[in-house]
């Protein structure tokens, strides 16, 4: 069965920076595209950032210049580093990956999330 385990998220003060962890269980032998998604209460999920197993990144606008998503192929691992975070960037976020396992399956998975809230 695949999990996927986030962690990282917490209380930050605007301006401040967190570093989001996705680590997808052994059952994993590729991960194809990968990407970060938040809801804040009452909102709908949006996407924030991707990348693509070649390393093509593409960000929201609202994040652009601020949040840097990563992998490592060997950790199985996507990561999302945050700077200069804002009192609107408060959500809950969450990892999506679209992977094949080692039983020869593909599929998408998503974390269960990991809460960020930016507040002084």
């Known amino acids: 069965q695949v999990q996927l385990v986030e962690s990282g998220g917490g209380l930050v003060q605007p301006g401040g920076s967190l570093r989001l962890s996705c680590a997808a269980s052994?059952?994993?032998?590729?991960?194809?595209?990968s990407a970060w998604h938040r809801q804040a209460p009452g909102e709908q999920r949006d996407l924030v950032a991707t990348?693509?197993?070649?390393?093509?990144?593409n960000y929201a606008d609202s994040v652009k210049g601020r949040f840097t998503i990563s992998r490592d192929n060997a950790k199985n691992t996507v990561y999302l580093q945050m700077n200069s975070l804002k009192p609107e960037d408060t959500a809950v976020y969450y990892c999506?990956?679209?992977?094949?396992?080692?039983?020869?399956?593909?599929?998408?998975?998503w974390g269960q999330g990991t809460q960020v809230t930016v507040s002084s």
């Open positions: 052994a059952s994993i032998s590729s991960i194809y595209a």
């Open positions: 990348i693509s197993s070649g390393g093509n990144t």
């Open positions: 999506y990956i679209a992977a094949r396992t080692v039983g020869g399956g593909v599929g998408n998975y």
